[in-house]
């Protein structure tokens, strides 16, 4: 069941519960990360918690949620900075170079990317499902580099040490702006017992996913 509307109705939250209740999916579609699209996004997971009566796991995941959000929105915008810029993302070197002003270039001109983004159907789609997990899907229509992909397995290993952000402040990879999105998200799982393994990416030839799945036995008895 799809949930499009730019405001949370009470449609949509009836479209929520009755997923849940039914074991299917919810899955919402955006093109640009905008403040207000934020916000929806962060409510759906909401109502489809409290609907799971696993509303104790939003503040754990909502931190998650917004992080694979913020990278797969800036993923597909990476790749339209990339080809404008002339610039061959799956060189290392065009790839160090473009970095460096691809987050000043991209907050100062948001509304050219948003165009962008909607004329290229690049888009950031949320799947959330319940059944012996709780699973939450954010995907990108775009493939993901192997050195992108490496850094990610890098960030994954490191975290593994770590249990708090200031752990992490000072081993980071400012290639990629602040680098703390996927430790932001591994460390809010481990508060919840999870080891990094709950944690997924993969890729094909047209997209590129991030899964998190808490298991049952995670989640407080209702």
């Known amino acids: ?8 109705s009470e449609k949509d939250i009836s479209t ?3 997923a849940v209740q039914k074991r299917k999916p919810v899955d919402f579609f955006c093109y640009t990360l905008t403040p207000e699209q934020k916000d929806r996004f962060l409510s759906v997971l909401r109502i489809f918690l409290d609907e799971c009566n696993q509303s104790y796991l939003f503040n754990y995941l909502s931190y998650c949620l917004f992080e694979l959000l913020d990278n797969a929105s800036k993923a597909n915008a990476k790749r339209i ?15 160090k170079n473009g970095m460096k002003d691809f987050k000043e270039t991209l907050n100062e001109n948001t509304l050219h990317y948003q165009e962008e983004l909607e004329e290229g159907h690049l888009q950031v789609h949320m799947q959330l499902s319940t059944d012996d997990v709780i699973s939450i899907t954010v995907s990108n229509n775009t493939k993901i580099t192997d050195h992108e992909y490496l850094r990610i397995k890098d960030k994954i290993e490191k975290t593994k040490v770590y249990n708090t952000m200031a752990d992490a402040i000072n081993d980071i990879d400012q290639t990629e702006g ?5 430790i932001t998200v591994l460390i809010m ?19 590129t996913i991030a899964s998190i799945e808490i298991p049952k ?3 407080e008895e209702i």
């Open 16 to 18: 929520i519960k009755e």
């Open 189 to 207: 799982l481990k508060k919840l017992g999870l080891a990094s393994d709950h944690l997924k990416f993969k890729t094909t030839d047209t997209e």
């Open 1 to 8: 069941m799809k949930v499009q509307d730019k405001v949370i």
């Open 81 to 95: 900075y990339f080809r404008e810029h002339h610039l061959n993302i799956n060189d290392e070197n065009d790839y």
């Open 217 to 219: 036995d995670t989640m």
């Open 178 to 182: 602040s680098g703390l999105g996927i």
